[in-house]
Every structure is written in structure tokens, then in C-alpha cells.
């Protein structure tokens, strides 16, 4: 099956800056790639994804690109702010399953 | 539209006892799912629903967990009997038909806790 390694386990960045999460998948069939961010005691919430024919997609301060042929994928947070702060997932998909990291939890410095 | 409900949001029982855990997904959504998140882990699959049918339940535990969704809709997802490690969330997502969107939405989960 599918296996999802995500990098680093933590994060701190001043407010301001910028963060890099990174994710590597091991099956090739998968096609959707979606980063999640989910706060304490809440659920995960979807805020950005990518398909496997799209290399990169940007939405206001967050972007995702992806790399097929080394299978790892990332996602980019600029202009960092308080708000931020959360566990970030990663997960890959392949016949509609997903496959999460173990998450990274991102904390933004004021 | 509604958003998928799950009840109750907090459980706590006994090592041994048995619980259910209750879904309603979006209007809609054909297909189910039921994962297991682990404080500190990401959410892990348990079972895939296609209406009323099972998709995959590969990794749920069949010697202590079940789950059914007998008209296509709602769905249950029982332990009997839990262990210590079953401690976690227990998250139910939804998508409106396969060929349309790999979007999941998420409901808020049930916090169990086995002591």
C-alpha cells in the first residue's frame, strides 16, 4: 500500500517568514495530493490540494508543487502570521483512499 | 448544506466495554469513510463505504471492530471489546460520488477514551 513520509515533525518560524513542509509518497498510481490543517480538538480542514498533472498551484500565501518523477511534493507558506499556527498534514491518493503523514506541527513566533 | 455530523463527540469507557460511534455524512455523498486518528498521528483509515456497499476495510480490526451502513446513508462504526490503545478520535468523511471530486469533508469526530 501506500506509505507517506512527511518532514520536519516540527516547525517554528518567525512571524513573517516563511515555512517549507516536505512529503515524499511511495506509489506511483497516486494522482491527488491535498494538504490539510487541523487545529486543536478540531478537524482536518482541506487548504490546498494538487493533482498528479499539475506540477503547481498557488493560492494567496500557500502553494503546493509537485515532483512525480521523485515522488515528494511540499508544501510553501509565506508571509507567515499567528494564525498559522496548527498541524499540518500531508496525504496522498490513489483510488479515492488517503494516505496521511504524521503531521507537522508549525508554530509561528510573534 | 450541512456539513457531516457525528455523535456523540465524547466517549469515555472501561477496557472491555463495547461503544458505537455514529455518522451522518452530506447529503448526497456516496462514499464513507471512518478513520482512526492517534494523538499525534495522522488520521489513519478504517473502512470505505461505496453507498451501502464496503470498498476496502483492510485495515479495520474485524476481530473488534464493525461498521455498517445499511441504507446507503448513516453509518456505524462499533467496538466490542475496546482495548487501551483504541484511545483516539474517531473521524467520519464524506465525498459526493467518486467521479466527481476526491475532496473529503470531514466531520468533528468522537473522542474516546478506554481507561
Known amino acids: 500500500g501506500e506509505n507517506v513520509e512527511q518532514h520536519p515533525s516540527t516547525l517554528s518560524v518567525q512571524e513573517g517568514d516563511s515555512a517549507v513542509i516536505k512529503c515524499t509518497y511511495s506509489?506511483?498510481?497516486?494522482?491527488?495530493f491535498p494538504w490539510y490543517k487541523q487545529e486543536l480538538g478540531k478537524r482536518p480542514q482541506l487548504i490546498i490540494d494538487?493533482?498528479?498533472?499539475?506540477g503547481e498551484k498557488k493560492d494567496q500565501r500557500i502553494a503546493v508543487t509537485l515532483n512525480k518523477t521523485a515522488k515528494h511534493f511540499s508544501l510553501h507558506i509565506t508571509e507567515t502570521q499567528p494564525e498559522d499556527s496548527a498541524v499540518y498534514f500531508c496525504?496522498?491518493?490513489?483510488?479515492?483512499?488517503?494516505?496521511f503523514g504524521k503531521g507537522t506541527k508549525l508554530s509561528v513566533i510573534p | 448544506e450541512a456539513g457531516v455530523a457525528q455523535s456523540p463527540r465524547y466517549k469515555i469507557i472501561e477496557k472491555r466495554q463495547s461503544v458505537a460511534f455514529w455518522c451522518n455524512p452530506i447529503?448526497?455523498?456516496?462514499?464513507l469513510y471512518w478513520y482512526q486518528q492517534i494523538l499525534g498521528q495522522g488520521p489513519k483509515l478504517l473502512i470505505q463505504?461505496?453507498?451501502?456497499?464496503?470498498?476496502?476495510d483492510s485495515q479495520l480490526p474485524k476481530d473488534r471492530f464493525s461498521a455498517e451502513r445499511l441504507k446507503g446513508v448513516d453509518s456505524t462504526l462499533k467496538i466490542q471489546p475496546a482495548k487501551l490503545e483504541d484511545s483516539a478520535v474517531y473521524l467520519c468523511?464524506?465525498?459526493?460520488?467518486?467521479?466527481?471530486?476526491?475532496?473529503?469533508?470531514f466531520g468533528p469526530g468522537t473522542r474516546l477514551t478506554v481507561t
Open positions: 506509489d506511483s498510481a497516486s494522482n491527488y
Open positions: 468523511a464524506s465525498i459526493p460520488d467518486r467521479g466527481l471530486t476526491y475532496e473529503q469533508y
Open positions: 496525504a496522498a491518493s490513489g483510488s479515492y483512499q488517503l494516505t
Open positions: 447529503s448526497g455523498h456516496a462514499t
Open positions: 494538487i493533482r498528479s498533472n499539475v
Open positions: 463505504f461505496q453507498n451501502n456497499g464496503v470498498v476496502d
